[in-house]
């Protein structure tokens, strides 16, 4: 996400990261590349003028902290900025007093309303609501068979209207999901390739009958400034609350993200960040500003984690770690965990210091296959106690496994290695990761993420199962 920008900000502020003494002419240097990094995202241009006035007066006027080099207090400084930038607010929805919360999606054909709508019913009915999907895009039949597909897909009633008329659809779809006892309702619109009157009344319209309590604007990041126009022209016609920033898996530059909250005063809500349903994300402005600094984002990784592994696998690793033991039955688990996580390279980047190293880094997924495989070709007793794994025994493993000795003797050396980071991670010291940026404590939670009780962690992954 945002590969060339992360990589161009990494660059101008590695200059100036291990300084202990800042000159001005340091600072210049690096602001000039920031303005430039920024420019070739295509961030608006009167965000980046002000953008980087504010980081350069603050780096000026930076004081030396105990625990900050000065270098790594300008990379704070920018870090605070692109948070700021982005909304420090929250990104929750809002919800109705009286049930049912209705949120409106709106926004250009092929923003990906129709794909967000789904998505943020299957988001919502994860957090143990019961959503309901309204069909109010009535000008293409495609396009209600669609979202109908998509509902059946995540098993959320789609209600629709034999109707060409998007007002009474509300209406009707609403009363059901009432009767029904939804708790929220998403209502999905229509939109066109250009922002027209026609488009204007009829969002109006449904707008009306529909009293949303979220109206969310769907953006796709793919197309930048253009992206930020619409959304400036919809603020004026028809005001919404937030933004839906959708297809930032592409190789969307980041103009979008970082420009649309300053030029409209409305902050991102959720992203979209991949084809697959469950890809929709609460935006956490810090910890995009992680993932864009190249810092990583840790606390999105342990909330993939959290929803991907059952709790019980999850304490059973956790214990076995924490005695420092590390055999390949869970080497096995801890790569099964890591594939249900989803792609790995998308995953490998979330931790710090990794992101910047993989780049042009091919994952082989066959690789892991064959991991897998040689672990499979050992006997229970060899998986649990990896010492008694002799020549012979490594010879029949390679074999089984139809691999070669030396790609055994590899794995049985990566899990030496494991088992030694184990230790050390054990004693409470974390290993450190070359490239990495150390920014003194850790970022504190975003309004969504962060500490979770036990009992919601449980209700969350149970509703994946
Ligand atoms: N890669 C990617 N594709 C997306 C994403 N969101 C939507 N799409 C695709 O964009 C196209 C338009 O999406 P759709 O939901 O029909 O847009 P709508 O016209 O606004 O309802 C479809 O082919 C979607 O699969 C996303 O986050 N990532
Ligand atoms: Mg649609």
Do not use: C
Request: hydrophobic letters at 40%; zero cysteines.
């Amino acid at each position: 996400m945002f590969d060339t920008l992360s990589d161009r900000l990494q660059g101008a502020l590695g200059g100036v990261r291990g300084s202990a003494r800042l000159e001005d002419e340091a600072i210049s240097r690096a602001m000039r590349e920031i303005r430039l990094a920024l420019l070739e995202a295509d961030v608006n241009l009167n965000v980046v003028k002000e953008f980087v006035a504010q980081v350069r007066e603050r780096a000026l006027g930076a004081e030396v902290t105990k625990s900050l080099t000065p270098g790594q207090e300008v990379v704070r400084i920018v870090h605070e900025e692109l948070t700021a930038l982005m909304g420090a607010g929250s990104s929750k929805l809002a919800v109705a007093p009286s049930p049912p919360t209705v949120i409106l999606l709106a926004g250009l054909q092929g923003s990906g309303k129709t794909t967000a709508a789904a998505k943020l019913a299957l988001l919502l009915r994860n957090e143990g609501r019961k959503p309901g999907l309204v069909a109010a895009d009535l000008q293409r039949p495609a396009a209600i068979d669609q979202l109908e597909q998509l509902g059946r897909q995540i098993q959320v009633p789609v209600y629709r209207e034999d109707t060409s008329d998007p007002v009474g659809a509300v209406r009707a779809g609403l009363q059901r999901a009432r009767a029904e006892q939804r708790d929220v309702v998403i209502v999905d619109t229509a939109g066109r390739l250009q922002i027209d009157e026609p488009l204007m009344e009829e969002l109006g319209a449904v707008r009306r009958e529909a009293r949303p309590t979220n109206v969310l604007l769907v953006l796709d990041a793919m197309t930048g400034q253009e992206a930020v126009n619409v959304a400036q022209t919809f603020q004026e016609r028809v005001a919404f609350d937030g933004v839906v920033l959708t297809k930032l898996d592409g190789d969307a530059r980041g103009g979008a993200a970082l420009s649309v909250k300053a030029v409209t005063g409305k902050p991102i809500k959720l992203v979209s960040v991949g084809e697959k349903l469950d890809q929709l994300e609460y935006f956490h402005p810090d910890r995009m500003a992680s993932r864009i600094l190249g810092m990583g984002d840790v606390l999105s990784l342990i909330e993939k984690a959290e929803a991907a592994v059952e709790e019980d696998e999850q304490q059973a690793m956790e214990e076995r770690l924490r005695k420092g033991q590390f055999t390949f039955d869970d080497f096995l688990s801890a790569q099964r965990m890591l594939r249900r996580m989803g792609p790995l390279q998308g995953v490998l980047k979330l931790i710090p210091g990794l992101g910047s190293q993989l780049k042009g880094v091919d994952i082989d997924e066959a690789q892991l296959r064959r991991v897998e495989a040689i672990v499979l070709s050992m006997t229970p007793q060899e998986r649990r106690l990896p010492h008694v794994i002799n020549g012979s025994r490594r010879q029949r493993i390679a074999r089984g496994s139809g691999t070669t000795v030396q790609q055994v003797n590899q794995l049985l050396e990566s899990r030496k290695q494991m088992e030694k980071l184990m230790k050390q991670m054990g004693k409470g010291k974390m290993p450190t990761l070359p490239g990495q940026l150390d920014l003194g404590a850790p970022q504190a939670p975003g309004p969504n993420g962060g500490s979770r009780s036990k009992s919601k962690k449980k209700k969350r992954s149970k509703a994946r199962r």
